[in-house]
């Protein structure tokens, strides 16, 4: 059973950034980043797998940067230029390929919740 402990979260102004981290207990080949809004369905914000083949929601490119530490089994997303309709709970998730990931089949971290204020 895979466990992923999520970190990074808190309150930011608008234009802020934060990184979130989130550590898997085993050896992943594919991780991602989903969040969920109050009252709005949970939502893919990025992917990555072992070979950095990436995916991202269209409104977060540019703005927010995936990558994967194979080594330390760690996904990171760092958030830049951050909108208050960024805030959410975001939620790591990891499975065995990149398109489980994107299908939200794969295991799920606790959420780490992220406040973007105007």
């Known amino acids: 059973q895979v466990q992923l402990v999520e970190s990074g979260g808190g309150l930011v102004q608008a234009g802020g950034s934060l990184r979130l981290s989130c550590a898997n207990s085993?050896?992943?080949?594919?991780m991602g980043w989903y969040r969920q809004a109050p009252g709005k369905q949970r939502e893919l914000v990025a992917a990555?797998?072992?070979?950095?083949?990436?995916r991202y929601l269209d409104s977060v490119k540019g703005r927010f940067t995936i990558s994967i530490d194979s080594a330390k089994n760690t996904v990171y997303l760092q958030m830049n230029s951050l909108k208050p309709e960024d805030t959410a709970v975001y939620y790591c998730?990891?499975?065995?390929?990149?398109?489980?990931?994107?299908?939200?089949?794969?295991?799920w971290g606790q959420g780490t919740q992220v406040t973007v204020s105007s």
């Open positions: 085993g050896s992943i080949n594919a």
């Open positions: 998730t990891a499975a065995s390929t990149l398109v489980t990931v994107i299908r939200g089949m794969g295991s």
């Open positions: 990555i797998n072992s070979f950095r083949s990436t």
